[in-house]
Nanobody
Framework: QVQLVESGGGLVQPGGSLRLSCAASGFTLDYYAIGWFRQAPGKEREGVSCMRSSFGSTYYTDSVRGRFTISRDNAKNTVYLKMNNLKPEDTAVYYC???????????????????WGQGTQVTVSS
């Protein structure tokens, strides 16, 4: 059974950092496109960052490029999102997702994936 479980969210002050984790089970991440998405109250879900290591491709939405870094640990079958210099507008529920076919740009732009985690709340506030 395919399962994604996010962790690492919380409350952080502006300018602070967090690292989100997404542990996968039931499939091997290395053969999938992996993405982080977020949804703030009253807003549509947004593709934050997507990657597909087998193709060596990575995508970041403009608002996070240079501040967020997506990475994966194949041995742990886990994907991470390191978030630095956090801003109040980064506040949202963050989800990870995986898809065996989509490219990283299609996945992030179309906000589509086969499997989704349950989400973890990130709140940036002083």
């Amino acid at each position: 059974q395919v399962q994604l479980v996010e962790s690492g969210g919380g409350l952080v002050q502006p300018g602070g950092s967090l690292r989100l984790s997404c542990a996968a089970s039931g499939f091997t991440l290395d053969y999938y496109a992996i993405g982080w998405f977020r949804q703030a109250p009253g807003k549509e879900r947004e593709g934050v960052s997507c990657m597909r290591s087998s193709f060596g491709s990575t995508y970041y939405t403009d608002s996070v490029r240079g501040r967020f870094t997506i990475s994966r640990d194949n041995a742990k079958n886990t994907v991470y999102l390191k978030m630095n210099n956090l801003k109040p507008e980064d506040t949202a529920v963050y989800y990870c997702a995986a898809d065996p076919i989509m490219t990283v740009q299609a996945m992030c732009n179309m906000r589509r994936a086969t499997s989704w985690g349950q989400g973890t709340q990130v709140t940036v506030s002083s």
